[in-house]
């Protein structure tokens, strides 16, 4: 064989297996534009202009598990700070985090997302591969800074999906067992009952947001991993109280 014909030859392979990669990697699910959520980060910053903030604070940054938690009313011995929005994949964290999370340089984090990442079509590892984006961005800026990730949570409406869920949870899991300022925080195996399932009684009539009880158990798990953060010490203040929706 000449060797024209065995560069062909090699070409046409190259070319079969590129074409049988692309359905694969076109499948692979694009991260949503955050700029969906600029006015939300922007009444963020708002209010942040108008009021007092907490020194040091403990912030809770991540989707709508977190933008629903009312943590000023269930951690009254902590100055939190919560910037949930709904709907956020990590992605979206990542790309407001100077702007949510660092500027307030909290004294720990605790961070929900990932949840709408894999109902998108995102593998395991790249929630995984996301997480470690968001860590490496707040450490370096905020070296000492601990950050408890609490793992997707099993819900009533995308059970289904909760093989991948977990596989996210164990490769953040077993990433954080390797460094002391990560932590992880299990409020998923609580929220299954004897039979294997989500409780119930855990979730809203849409199968996925909390109830009351669904917080109850959440901040009954995280409190022991705050106790003795930060005090109720302030800025200056630059106007009223903040909003629940907002702490």
Do not use: C
């Not at 694009?30 to 939300?40: A, G, L, W």
């Not at 020194?55 to 629903?68: A, D, E, K, N, Q």
């Amino acid at each position: 064989m000449s060797i024209p014909r065995r560069i062909s030859r090699a070409g046409a392979f190259l070319a079969a297996g590129l074409a049988m990669l692309a359905p694969i990697v076109s499948q692979a699910p694009e991260d949503p534009d955050p700029s969906r959520f600029d006015d939300q980060i922007d009444a963020f910053e708002q209010w942040d202009r108008q009021n007092a903030a907490p020194l040091h604070p403990v912030l809770f940054v991540g989707s709508s598990s977190i933008r629903g938690w009312p943590t000023a009313e269930s951690f009254p011995e902590i100055p939190v700070v919560n910037r949930g929005f709904g709907g956020a994949h990590v992605s979206d964290v990542n790309h407001f985090a100077r702007r949510i999370v660092v500027k307030y340089a909290p004294s720990a984090i605790v961070f929900y997302a990932g949840d709408n990442d894999v109902a998108a079509g995102k593998s395991p590892q790249r929630v995984f591969e996301d997480y470690q984006a968001f860590v490496d961005l707040v450490h370096g800026a905020l070296p000492s800074t601990p950050i408890l990730f609490l793992p997707i949570k099993p819900s009533l409406s995308r059970w289904a999906l909760w093989g991948q869920m977990a596989a996210a949870n164990s490769l953040v899991r077993a990433h954080s067992e390797k460094h002391p300022l990560l932590l992880y925080v299990d409020i998923a195996a609580p929220m299954l009952g004897h039979d294997g399932n989500p409780r119930p009684a855990l979730f809203v009539e849409d199968g996925l947001h909390m109830t009351a009880m669904g917080y109850a158990l959440w901040t009954r798990i995280v409190a022991p991993y705050l106790a003795g953060r930060g005090s109720k010490q302030t800025e200056e203040a630059h106007g009223s109280g903040q909003p629940d929706n907002h702490r």
